[in-house]
C-alpha cells in the first residue's frame, strides 16, 4: 500500500480503480524469492532470459492508459507477458465475465508465471480461463481471442506489428513502447471506423521486443 501511495503522489496512478488492483496484486508474488525484498522500489528488475519485470510506476502508467479499455467483460492481451503481473491485473479489471491474454516466447517464464498467478488473487481466474498464459511470438499476438479492446506490450518494438494493429478492436487501445535506441511509449487508438489516431505518452525505456533466440543471445 506504501508503493501504491507513493505512485500515487507521483502522478503516475491517478484513478481508485488502478490504485485497488494495484494494492490487490502483490508484486512481491511475482519476483523470485530471494529478491523479494526489492518487491517495492520503484524500479525494473531482471527476471531472467535477459528479461525484466517493469518498474512500478510503469505499470500504474500503462493500467491508468488503458482503463477504460479494461471494463468489466473486455478483452485484453498482453504481450511479452513475463511474470505474469501485469496479465493478471488486466484479469481482476476485465472480471470473470471478459478475458486476459498474456503471450510470451520463453517457455520457462510462462510455466513460473502461471506458478506466480497461482499464488495471487488472480488465481481462480485460471480455471475458467479469464487469464491464461501462452507461450508464442508476441509480435504475432494471439488471434484466437481477438479482437482486444486492450492490447499492451511489454518490450520495444522498432515499428508496431501489423498483426496486433489487426487484433485491437474498433474502439480499443494499443500502448506499446516504439524505437531503437531512443523509445517512446506509443498509443494507438483505433476508431469505430477502424482509422487509427497515434500520440505519445512518454520517452521510455524498454528491452526489445525481438525474437526468442535474439532475446536469449541478448541481441536486438
Known amino acids: 500500500k506504501s508503493l501504491v501511495k507513493l505512485l500515487r503522489e507521483e502522478g503516475a496512478v491517478k484513478s481508485d480503480r488502478v490504485a485497488c488492483v494495484m494494492e490487490k496484486l502483490d508484486r512481491a508474488l511475482f519476483i523470485a524469492e530471494g529478491e523479494r525484498n526489492l518487491a517495492y522500489m520503484d524500479c525494473p528488475m531482471q527476471i531472467g532470459f535477459n528479461a525484466t519485470i517493469s518498474a512500478p510506476h510503469m505499470h500504474g502508467s500503462c493500467l491508468e492508459l488503458l482503463n477504460k479499455h479494461l471494463q468489466p467483460g473486455m478483452h485484453a492481451l498482453d504481450v511479452g507477458s513475463g511474470t505474469g503481473y501485469l496479465t493478471a491485473a488486466f484479469a481482476l479489471l476485465v472480471g470473470d465475465q471478459g478475458r486476459a ?100 505518452a512518454s520517452s521510455v525505456r524498454y528491452v526489445p521486443l525481438t525474437s526468442k533466440d535474439e532475446q536469449l543471445r541478448g541481441g536486438v
Do not use: C, F
Not at 499476438?141 to 522498432?158: D, K, L, Q, S
Open 101 to 200: 491474454v498474456g503471450v510470451e516466447h520463453i517457455p520457462e517464464l510462462v510455466e513460473q508465471s502461471i506458478k506466480n498467478v497461482k499464488r495471487s488473487p488472480a488465481a481462480s481466474l485460471l480455471e475458467p480461463g479469464v487469464l491464461s498464459l501462452h507461450v508464442g511470438d508476441g509480435r504475432l499476438g494471439w488471434p484466437e481471442h481477438a479482437p482486444y479492446n486492450a492490447i499492451h506490450v511489454g518490450a520495444a518494438a522498432p515499428q508496431v506489428p501489423q498483426p496486433l494493429i489487426d487484433q485491437l478492436k474498433p474502439g480499443g487501445r494499443m500502448v506499446i513502447p516504439v524505437g531503437e535506441g531512443a523509445q517512446e511509449l506509443v498509443v494507438i487508438d483505433k476508431g469505430p471506423d477502424g482509422s487509427l489516431k497515434q500520440w505519445t
